[in-house]
């Protein structure tokens, strides 16, 4: 991918992304995250949990057909291992959407609404989703100490998740785009996600971004003359550089190509668990 000397210095692929372990589970972690100990976050990966095939085995979805028991031992852990009570975790109904939801402390241990992203300036309480395939946006800034998660599928990428979590960061919680760190986590890349003409109509008819970025980047590559792959990565990279944000990074990795260590919607034909994600500020 081409960019110029100036989106080079603001976008960065697979810049520090680190594996590691939070206590006995296998997590990534960003390097551009881990500026302010007070900050924790964790990437989880499907290793560490006790939920059998085909959700094997930190499934953290409650909906996708896995044993409820599981599913809360596999939350347990995910939480011990990050050192955080769980009724200081807030999450939310996903729904495809680009709908932002600020929570606040009190917020803790609940479900806070339906929504594909949620932002906090408030320290100790935490933001956490699922994913299998979609695309984690994880974002900070560190001068106003405010946290948000994101979650960004093709039908919340055409809405502009990205953009609107980052606006409601600036109007609600005086945020400035420039001090914005934001990391798109594992998700499908464009090497695996192939998509009909439905979804290179929505996207196409949704580039309100592409002309704030002056960026010709393709968005869909063409493979034997009739199969499209998006590239959901860049997308909302571009969407995010649009709304200003200074600096982004891209993890990089395919969540289809690595079953090993995550969970695939796609590669595993709908029948498969939920990784997660958290980030909050330590009281």
């Known amino acids: ?9 603001q976008t960065s692929r697979g810049d520090g992304f680190r594996y590691e372990y939070a206590g006995a589970l296998p997590v990534y972690r960003f390097e551009r995250l881990n500026g302010d100990a007070a900050l924790t ?4 990966t499907r290793l560490g949990g006790v939920s059998a095939p085909p959700y094997a085995s930190l499934n953290l979805g409650h909906t996708v057909g896995d044993s409820r028991e599981a599913v809360e031992i596999n939350h347990d852990r995910v939480y011990q291992a990050l050192e955080v009570p769980r009724a200081r975790v807030a999450t939310c109904h996903l729904t495809h959407s680009a709908d932002v939801l600020l929570v606040r402390s009190s917020d803790g241990g609940r479900v806070v609404g339906r929504g594909d992203a949620m932002v906090t300036a408030d320290a100790g309480v935490y933001l956490g989703m699922r994913f299998a395939d979609c695309a984690p946006i994880l974002l900070h800034d560190p001068a106003q100490r405010v946290v948000g998660l994101a979650h960004a599928g093709w039908r919340g990428t055409v809405k502009n998740v990205a953009g609107a979590v980052v606006e409601t960061m600036i109007d609600q919680l005086a945020c400035s785009p420039q001090n914005i760190v934001a990391v798109i986590g594992p998700a499908i890349g464009p090497c695996c996600y192939q998509v009909g003409e439905d979804v290179i109509q929505a996207v196409e008819g949704a580039l309100s971004w592409r002309a704030a970025t002056h960026d010709g980047a393709r968005l869909f590559s063409r ?15 571009q969407q995010l550089v649009a709304a200003g944000v200074g600096r982004v990074v891209v993890s990089g990795v395919c969540t289809a190509c690595r079953t090993d260590h995550f969970f695939s919607h796609r590669a595993e034909r709908g029948r498969t668990g939920r990784f997660g994600v958290v980030i909050g500020y330590r009281a």
């Open 223 to 237: 493979r034997n003359g009739r199969y499209a792959y998006f590239d959901l990565w860049e997308a909302n990279r």
């Open 1 to 9: 991918m081409h960019m110029s000397a100036s989106k080079e210095k």
């Open 41 to 44: 976050h964790a990437v989880f």
